[in-house]
């Protein structure tokens, strides 16, 4: 399995509601990552994990809480978002922290808030 | 933290022709130096890297450039055909991250034109 699985692919949610991100990866890879992307701009990064901790959080605000269970799941939790959090989420991983190979990226959660 | 420029922003080319979209980076110890290609609502693909112990690598049609005096590095497309029409985004590892998650430019649109 050489990819990174990610659900939903689509989400609408509204600012009072609670939603979750999943990422899913089984390539033995110890980094994951949490990318948000606007329309049109790079990949913006909000979070990184390695070895199922945190080890970066690029100053995101609260309402966005990430998760991760074991090596192989990454959560998003999403609560109270604002209209300007709609973009593409995205989910990438990696061997190791600093170590390249393999840097992969899921396909995405096309998040709507409403 | 890492600053990549890219340039240009955007480029329209003629099938046929050859492309060149250009990088910088700030932190003279990044040693990653990866290209992707994002077609529209897709996920961002890997097309080709390189490290810093090599000046350049070549895949098929594709070729990437190093020059770490300089700091920059390119992505060359020779034989441009229409579905290499995207966007393109170089990324390097951050400064004083000890190189982990990847930071990206802000991206070329290429538009090949038949």
């Known amino acids: 399995d050489t990819e990174v699985t990610q659900t939903p692919k689509h989400l609408v949610m509204g600012m009072t509601n609670k939603k979750s991100l999943k990422c899913e990866q089984h390539m033995g890879h110890r980094a994951m990552y949490w990318y948000k992307q606007k329309a049109k701009k790079p990949p913006e990064l909000m979070f990184v994990y390695s070895y199922e901790k945190l080890s970066i959080n690029e100053s995101v605000p609260s309402r966005f809480s990430p998760e991760c269970p074991n090596s192989s799941l990454l959560n998003l939790h999403l609560h109270a978002l604002q209209p300007e959090d709609s973009a593409l989420y995205l989910c990438?991983?990696?061997?190791?922290?600093?170590?390249?190979?393999?840097?992969?990226f899921g396909s995405g959660t096309r998040l709507t808030v409403v | 933290g890492e600053n990549v420029e890219q340039h240009p922003s955007t480029l329209s080319v003629q099938e046929g022709d050859s492309a060149v979209i250009k990088c910088t980076y700030s932190?003279?110890?990044?040693?990653?130096f990866p290209w992707y290609k994002q077609e529209l609502g897709k996920r961002p693909q890997l097309i080709i890297d390189i490290r810093s112990n090599v000046g350049e690598k070549k895949d098929q049609r594709i070729a990437v450039t190093l020059n770490k005096t300089a700091k920059h590095f390119s992505l060359h497309i020779t034989e441009t055909q229409p579905e290499d029409s995207a966007v393109y985004f170089c990324?390097?590892?951050?400064?004083?991250?000890?190189?982990?998650?990847?930071?990206f430019g802000k991206g070329t649109t290429l538009s090949v034109s038949s």
């Open positions: 932190d003279s110890a990044s040693n990653y």
């Open positions: 990324a390097a590892p951050p400064l004083n991250q000890a190189g982990t998650a990847l930071i």
């Open positions: 990438a991983s990696s061997y190791t922290s600093g170590n390249y190979y393999g840097y992969t």
